[in-house]
């Protein structure tokens, strides 16, 4: 496995880049903004194709990479299912996985530094964003943050993982890179308390000041999204009431890029074909699926995901490619479920 543990100094934050080997894809977490070219310039020497980025909750000290790395990739952007960010391209809930070619992070719903707090365990390691730090705990003092949700998830998720565990957290301000679940267990001084109410009193009376990024940080972290309208501009765009109306033409072809678990999860458009995103290239290149069906029968493409991200980008890769008449439905099926469009299970 290719595991790079990458620091930014300015905002003391951990970011982990992943893949099974090289030449494979990759999945990077808690991207930080002016890191960017360092990750795209590492994923290039390492041959590795960028495929998601993960945020562990909204965070409130520096800017994502989230939406930088999406513009510059294509990637995936993933988050929790509550997060208060406008679009990701994907969003997960507790027993979810997010899985790369060779990797797969099971998703745990660690509230309480945030409502939108995530951890991701890989096989020996569990990423705790800031819920469970080095010797420490994530605040609990603002963005829907709760101490006792926080000792709930800590002590009923995290310290319940195995104590050989390695913990790599999402901060760091001292120096440590990573620890065991065990040895948190018995070093962590944030740990030594006997109820969720005596951890909501300690937490209670930290007295921190705000995180000097945090006025521009948190409202640039809500705005992640893709704008959906330059698409639209095109005219590489239909509603999801225009979709409905399509959905019954010979000439076209509805094409759902989410992943298995999202389609189980929200259901699909009634006589869509699955291609997920990741495969998307292979698809529309010369001899693929998508680009021989457009070719041999004329049909129009309309792509749609989750909310429009995956299937914006994957509108612009088949118009690159020569389909020109590929569209995506604007929102995706969230937008289709909000318009009362037929579902299948
Ligand atoms: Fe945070």
């Known amino acids: 496995m290719i595991f790079r543990q990458l620091f930014d100094?300015?905002?003391?934050?951990?970011?982990?880049?992943?893949?099974?080997?090289?030449?494979?894809?990759?999945?990077?977490?808690?991207?930080?903004?002016?890191?960017?070219?360092?990750?795209?310039?590492?994923?290039?020497?390492?041959?590795?194709?960028?495929?998601?980025?993960?945020?562990?909750?909204?965070?409130?000290?520096?800017?994502?990479?989230?939406?930088?790395?999406?513009?510059?990739?294509?990637?995936i952007t993933v988050m929790g299912e509550q997060t208060q960010a406008d679009v990701v391209s994907m969003r997960v809930t507790e027993g979810d996985r997010i899985e790369i070619e060779g990797l797969r992070l099971d998703v745990l719903y660690t509230p309480g530094h945030t409502d939108d707090s995530y951890s991701f365990v890989l096989g020996d390691r569990v990423f705790t964003g800031d819920t469970l730090l080095i010797r420490g705990t994530g605040r609990t003092d603002f963005q829907n943050g709760d101490p006792r949700a926080q000792y709930d998830s800590i002590f009923n998720k995290l310290l319940k993982l195995p104590d050989q565990t390695l913990i790599y957290p999402a901060h760091d301000y001292k120096g440590d890179t990573v620890s065991t679940i065990g040895e948190e267990k018995l070093f962590n001084p944030r740990l030594k308390v006997k109820s969720a109410d005596e951890y909501a009193q300690l937490m209670n009376n930290l007295k921190l000041p705000n995180p000097k990024m945090m006025d521009v940080a948190v409202p640039a972290n809500i705005n992640v999204g893709l704008r959906q309208e330059e698409i639209a501009r095109k005219g590489w765009a239909v509603t999801a009431a225009e979709a409905m109306v399509l959905r019954g033409r010979a000439d076209v072809v509805i094409v759902d890029l989410r992943e298995t678990s999202e389609r189980e999860r929200h259901g699909t458009i009634p006589g869509s074909l699955h291609a997920p995103y990741p495969d998307l290239r292979e698809h529309i290149g010369a001899g693929g699926m998508l680009r021989d069906l457009a070719a041999s029968t004329g049909k129009r493409i309309v792509f749609y995901c989750a909310f429009g991200e995956r299937s914006a980008m994957a509108v612009q890769t088949a118009q690159d490619a020569g389909l020109n008449t590929a569209c995506h439905i604007q929102g995706g099926i969230d937008a289709w479920k909000k318009a009362n469009g037929p579902l299948a299970r």
């Not at 070219?37 to 994502?64: G, I, S």
């Open 9 to 75: 100094n300015a905002s003391g934050t951990y970011t982990y880049l992943l893949a099974s080997r090289r030449g494979g894809e990759a999945l990077i977490i808690d991207p930080v903004l002016e890191r960017v070219d360092r990750y795209l310039q590492l994923v290039r020497e390492l041959d590795l194709k960028l495929v998601k980025a993960v945020d562990t909750h909204l965070h409130a000290d520096h800017v994502t990479g989230l939406g930088a790395l999406r513009d510059r990739t294509r990637c």
